[in-house]
């Protein structure tokens, strides 16, 4: 609150000083002892000493000169900073830009608190120290960080219970092989090992009993024709090659005489994958398959914008890893599960294949060895 008497009308039409903590509030008071006519001659920011305690409070001063008063006295006043004024306009013009200006600064003020927050959390912190040498990132960590505290009220160098928290927020299938059935298609950017993962998956399920086919979608060479003829031959599981888009949608009629089918679609950069193509058209929205976006752990996540694009516009359900083994850094799968908030079905891993559980995906993270399971034990 502004005190009486450092508001002070002075005796003879002297200019009027008006003592306010802004500058802002200063003009405010202005306005509202002098009207929207007052002269503003000058201001000047104050330091003076607090009458009760230690310290010192900062304070801006407005000399003013009120309405009807001789011109000649605002000449008179040399010593102070002139602010010329042409009349109540001109006045109400710089209220306002004073206004404007401190606005900036406070969400300046404010940006720079939620930054430093951000900073403080993961300041001497083993377990952020940690997730950060394993690659991912510090906007991930410390956003991560920040949930962990607000939702459980623990410290944020609080290990123990910040490993458990995200082990628990770590989404994935967490099941076993024989709760693996349906119809299930995969997709994801060129040369990721999609291809070997669908049949390794295919492999393990056969070897449950399932029956299970396998469906080459526009394959781009005779290579995979080949590969997809060795392995079904081999092990058991049924097989066909999709040369158009419309022998896929015609055989949906077909895929429930199957306790699995598994759709190894064309890369994302494919002619025939483009939004609103045949091919996306009928499947993104087609609720009798899962979709699956497959990431390789060698990947950029700062080069995951087109895929993420495309998760969305496929109206992807799941996410899955492939060649885990190839990255030196595990912790970037928490940018990954930023950038693609899914639950994760499938790893590869040193070319095995295995549904992902939490526990798993939280070793791998902290770079620990991960086993993957064998689907004939489950």
């Known amino acids: 609150m502004v005190s009486r008497n450092r508001n002070r009308q002075q005796v003879d039409s002297q200019p009027a000083v008006i003592s306010a903590p802004t500058l802002k509030g200063a003009y405010k008071l202005v306005k509202q002892q002098?009207?929207?006519?007052a002269v503003i001659l000058g201001s000047r920011s104050v330091t003076k000493r607090q009458p009760l305690g230690l310290g010192h409070e900062k304070m801006v001063e407005v000399m003013v000169q009120s309405p009807g008063t001789s011109s000649s006295r605002q000449s008179s006043t040399s010593d102070a900073s002139t602010i010329p004024s042409t009349g109540a306009a001109t006045q109400l013009d710089?209220?306002?830009?004073?206004?404007?200006?401190?606005?900036?600064v406070a969400s300046i003020a404010q940006q720079y608190d939620k930054l430093?927050?951000?900073?403080?959390?993961?300041?001497?912190n083993p377990l952020a120290e940690s997730l950060l040498s394993g690659g991912a990132s510090t906007e991930t960590i410390q956003k991560?960080?920040?949930?962990?505290?607000s939702e459980t009220g623990q410290e944020a160098n609080n290990r123990v219970a910040a490993l458990s928290w995200l082990g628990e927020n770590l989404k994935a299938s967490n099941c076993a092989?024989?709760?693996?059935y349906g119809c299930h298609a995969f997709m994801g950017p060129m040369?990721?090992?999609q291809t070997s993962m669908i049949l390794s998956a295919a492999a393990q399920l056969q070897k449950l009993g399932r029956r299970t086919l396998v469906l080459n979608v526009l394959p781009e060479d005779s290579s995979q024709i080949k590969q997809l003829q060795v392995e079904a031959s081999r092990l058991g599981f049924d097989a066909a090659v999709i040369q158009k888009p419309g022998q896929l949608m015609r055989s949906e009629d077909h895929l429930n005489r199957y306790d699995v089918v598994l759709v190894d679609m064309p890369h994302l950069g494919h002619p025939e994958m483009k939004t609103g193509g045949a091919l996306h058209g009928w499947l993104s929205g087609n609720t009798t398959f899962h979709r699956h976006m497959l990431i390789p752990s060698t990947q950029d996540p700062r080069d995951m914008v087109a895929t993420t694009q495309s998760a969305r516009s496929w109206n992807c359900d799941w996410m899955g890893f492939t060649r885990m083994e190839q990255t030196g850094c595990p912790a970037k799968l928490l940018d990954f599960t930023d950038k693609i908030p899914l639950p994760i079905s499938l790893v590869q891993n040193m070319g095995a294949v295995d549904i992902a559980t939490s526990g798993q995906l939280l070793d791998f993270i902290l770079g620990q060895p991960i086993n993957l399971n064998d689907p004939a034990k489950g």
């Open 177 to 180: 092989w024989d709760g693996f």
């Open 144 to 149: 991560l960080l920040t949930r962990f505290t």
């Open 116 to 124: 430093d927050l951000g900073a403080s959390i993961t300041r001497n």
């Open 191 to 193: 040369g990721i090992g």
């Open 94 to 104: 710089m209220v306002s830009e004073v206004e404007r200006i401190e606005e900036l």
């Open 34 to 37: 002098f009207g929207e006519n």
